[in-house]
């Protein structure tokens, strides 16, 4: 799925979510969030990576009231979240990690209580609007214990967008979900946004971040290790890897080819080239590179060109700060 | 500024209530079933070669207090628990945690619904009870208050024991071995003014031994204490429950991380 460029760019700058020194240390001692600092804009898709236990879970459930900060401030909406905070967590929406909700309802019933939760009024036309949109209204009078896994996981996307919040968080919202239905959630959240939701999403699937956020925030040990917008991000540190199979080994490297980045590798069968900027510069060098091999006579019998992946960049930050 | 979610409430008390229809086996057949068989056993069967009575009243209508609160009791406390347990133990408790709901809006659904339940099931056996046993309720107005009352008390006992329970063994360990034992000794079977010292003095330290007096009273008009005793200390259990509730709330205790 490809977003439209508008939908890319960070809707202005207008803040939403203002995070300052949130630090969390639980009962045993353990330090969840140690001093975070972060700002969600209005409008953005904000992915928030980071290992198992870096902290994401906690500061989402700061954020909405499943965990209590040791210390910091938050701000929702311009306003601190401790004054009126029912009038602000109104305007939250949550999907857990988890497939928590009581199995034995029906699909339906289970949608409204949460929009009634949430201080509601019914709204039959909403509830079937969101249900028709994630494909459960023909599932709505089942229960949710017959619904298969993906299906349980649309139904907790459903329960929080009915009482259809301003800022909704989405924790590992394709957690075991399969590729194809991905894709469809994927779509169904950049809906969401279109409509101006602003969308705080943790994932595994660091595809997902690159897909659809327009910005990420790194997170590691209990500290934002970096927020950057995705583009400027990978452009800032993508790189293209081509993997050129020669006809004939080579010893060296020609001196010809010395204006590239390449080493041999695998015996002298095959040119690595290394380079570029993760925003196409790689790729146009790599096609002056086999104009030049075809000029200096150097046969070559395969091409394989990737891009890095904003995964490959992940693992090189955490990596880099491990070290 | 919103003080108080009207709509919330209503949403949790709705649910919970059609939470229990949907178990009504369980939640009311079951212990409608079970006071019946008292009501058999004790009130028609043993009660019927008992002349002399208790207390002045006939032994099958004197037990029928006694086994109204010994159901109010073990129900509204099960049911208070069982509401709010079972989010925390599915998970599902992020929602409620996360809405825009405190601890009046909390306790107006969870609680208000598990009292409901109780005054349906108090209703049903009173009722079932006129086929087995002759009673009268002297004081009809008071009797409701005071079944209000319990079902309310011990509705807010049994959200704190499922906020304390970390398993389904501690849900079912408070109701099974300290709220039926206390209500059995309480005087339900008989007054405690046949029991001989020291076991009167002792049987005066069982809470539950005010609340039959008092509903005995409601009844009969008569009791071993004044009913003003009886609802002074079930109103000042309520008002305990509600503030350790409230506490719970501030703190998050058992249900913020």
């Known amino acids: ?76 909406f311009g306003q601190d979240m401790t004054h009126d905070w029912r009038a602000l967590r109104a305007r939250i929406g949550l999907v857990p990690q988890e497939l928590a909700t009581d199995m034995f309802e029906t699909v339906l019933h289970s949608v409204n209580y949460s929009r009634g939760l949430f201080g509601l009024a019914p709204n039959a036309a909403r509830i079937e609007e969101i249900l028709r949109a994630l494909s459960l209204w023909d599932k709505r009078k089942a229960q949710i214990r017959a619904l298969s896994g993906g299906m349980k996981r649309r139904v907790l996307i459903a329960k929080a967008l009915a009482h259809e919040p301003d800022l909704l968080f989405l924790d590992e919202p394709t957690a075991g979900v399969d590729v194809e239905l991905r894709r469809d959630m994927w779509a169904q959240i950049a809906q969401l946004r279109d409509r101006g939701t602003t969308i705080i999403l943790t994932t595994h699937y660091i595809e997902e971040a690159e897909e659809m956020a327009d910005r990420v925030g790194i997170i590691q040990a209990g500290s934002i290790r970096m927020v950057e917008e995705t583009r400027s991000l990978m452009k800032r540190l993508g790189r293209t890897e081509a993997h050129i199979g020669l006809a004939t080994p080579l010893a060296v490297v020609p001196e010809v080819l010395a204006d590239y980045n390449l080493t041999l590798v695998d015996g002298g069968q095959e040119l690595l080239y290394r380079g570029g900027n993760g925003a196409g510069g790689g790729k146009a060098e790599v096609a002056r590179l086999t104009k030049d091999l075809v000029a200096n006579g150097i046969d070559y019998t395969s091409i394989d060109i990737r891009e890095s992946s904003l995964e490959d960049i992940f693992v090189d930050l955490l990596e880099g700060a491990a070290a | ?221 008569s009791s071993d204490f004044p009913i003003g005793l009886s609802l002074g200390m079930t109103l000042g259990f309520l008002v305990l429950c509600v503030a350790f509730i409230a506490w719970i709330f501030r703190t998050g205790w058992r249900l913020r991380a």
């Not at chain 2, 406390?77 to 009046?104: D, H, K, Q, W």
Request: with cysteine; net charge positive.
């Open chain 1, 1 to 76: 799925m490809e977003l439209s460029p508008v939908s890319r760019i960070t809707r202005g700058m207008e803040p939403i979510l203002e995070i300052s020194g949130l630090t969390k240390t639980y009962a045993g001692g353990f330090t969840a969030l140690q001093g975070v600092d972060l700002t969600i804009n209005k409008g953005e898709i904000f992915a928030l990576l980071g290992p198992n236990g870096a902290g994401k879970t906690t500061l989402i459930g700061a954020v909405c009231g499943l965990v209590r900060p040791t210390s910091g401030t938050m701000r929702a």
């Open chain 2, 1 to 221: 500024m919103i003080a108080f979610n009207a709509r919330s409430a209503w949403t949790i008390y709705k649910r919970e209530v059609l939470r229990a229809l949907r178990t009504a086996m369980q939640s009311i057949l079951a212990p409608v079933l079970t006071t019946t068989l008292y009501f058999v056993v004790f009130g028609a069967a043993i009660g019927s070669k008992m002349d002399s009575g208790m207390a002045g009243v006939n032994y099958g209508a004197f037990i029928v207090p006694g086994l109204l609160l010994l159901t109010l009791l073990s129900e509204s406390t099960s049911n208070g628990s069982f509401g709010i347990y079972m989010p925390r133990f599915t998970g599902a408790i992020y929602e409620l945690l996360s809405a825009p709901v405190g601890v009046a809006e909390t306790l107006i659904g969870f609680v208000g619904a598990a009292a409901t339940k109780s005054l349906i099931l108090a209703a049903i056996i009173l009722i079932t009870a006129t086929f087995f046993v002759d009673y009268t309720i002297a004081h009809p107005f008071y009797a409701l208050g005071f079944i209000l009352l319990v079902s309310a008390s011990f509705s807010l006992l049994g959200f704190i024991l499922g906020i304390w329970a970390d398993s389904f063994e501690k849900l079912g360990i408070v109701p099974v071995l300290f709220i039926i034992p206390l209500t059995f000794l309480g005087g339900t079977f008989y007054s405690i003014d046949l029991l001989p010292e020291p076991w009167r003095s002792v049987a005066m330290a069982n809470p539950v031994v005010y609340l039959v007096n008092g509903l005995r009273w409601c009844f009969y008009g």
